[in-house]
């Protein structure tokens, strides 16, 4: 059974950085792997994805601050986020791309003063 485990979210202000992680077990390391994120009220939506040769995606509004990474022994992926603004604010998720894992609980983002 796949599991996935993210970490790391938390509340900060405008113009910190968080840096989550996210480790996947049950099953062999997604090709494609990404980082989802869920806002209030919005529907859950691509934030970046890598490949297995590190070909890497982002959404456009996290082109520049975000930065998507993957340890492929460990099985795990990283999202590095800088430069945050309120509009950061989710839960944010990972599975492979396009998603067809069972989703794990996410971590809590929130960006606020």
């Known amino acids: 059974q796949v599991q996935l485990v993210e970490s790391g979210g938390g509340l900060v202000q405008p113009g910190g950085s968080l840096r989550l992680s996210c480790t996947v077990s049950?099953?062999?390391?997604?090709?494609?792997m990404a980082w989802y994120r869920q806002a209030p009220g919005k529907q859950r939506e691509l934030v970046a994805r890598i490949t297995t040769d590190r070909s890497i995606n982002y959404l456009d509004s996290g082109k520049g601050r975000f930065t998507i990474s993957r340890h492929n022994v460990k099985g795990a992926v990283y999202l590095q986020m800088d430069s945050l603004t309120p509009g950061n604010t989710a839960v944010y998720y990972c599975?492979?791309?396009?998603?067809?894992?069972?989703w794990g609980q996410g971590t809590q983002d929130a960006v606020s003063t």
């Open positions: 599975n492979n791309c396009p998603g067809t894992w069972y």
């Open positions: 049950g099953t062999i390391f997604g090709i494609y």
